[in-house]
């Protein structure tokens, strides 16, 4: 299947994950600025027979703010910016069944699915500074980035 990078979109900064779907490891990940992320991760992945996977939001009925519409207009910029490569939208409750079993779900719970997965628990997952987990140094928003690419890489698109 070979590598994914999954993109969990923000209005000013996003996060990111390159995850390798044959090995079952991120590689590298981090949160930068939008232009960040666009003229410098984007463009050092397209090349490589790299696919893309992008959170998408999704409507629950509930009002928003200029923050979600500004977020939208991100991850149209991000898709663009790829220029029709192998890209793939991924929602947030496709990540939550795929990982809990459950949409109802919170971040915490997609969480430690992750930990799980990788470890299991924390203590192996993360590990200590001595003897770091193949997720030691995750933090924030790379962790729902990581349930991005780990949902694309085990699950079909649609």
């Not at 996060?15 to 984007?42: C, H, I, Q, R």
């Not at 790299?50 to 009925?61: C, K, N």
């Not at 799980?116 to 140094?137: I, M, N, Q, T």
């Amino acid at each position: 299947m070979g590598s994914i990078l999954a993109i969990d979109p923000g209005d000013v900064e996003s996060a990111w994950v390159l995850y390798d779907a044959d090995k079952a490891l991120p590689s590298t990940w981090g949160k930068v600025p939008n232009d960040d992320l666009m003229f410098e991760v984007l463009d050092e992945q397209a090349l490589t027979g790299v696919q893309l996977a992008v959170e998408m939001v999704a409507s629950y009925g509930m009002p928003v703010g200029r923050e979600v519409f500004d977020t939208c207009v991100w991850i149209g910029r991000f898709l663009e910016r790829w220029g029709g490569g192998d890209a793939r939208l991924v929602y947030r409750s496709d990540v939550k069944l795929h990982l809990t079993h459950s949409r109802r779900s919170k971040d915490a719970n997609v969480r430690q699915a992750l930990l799980d997965k990788f470890g299991p628990g924390k203590e192996l997952a993360v590990g200590k500074k001595a003897s770091p987990g193949p997720l030691y140094g995750l933090t924030g928003d790379c962790w729902s980035a990581l349930g991005v690419a780990v949902t694309a890489a085990e699950t079909e698109a649609e």
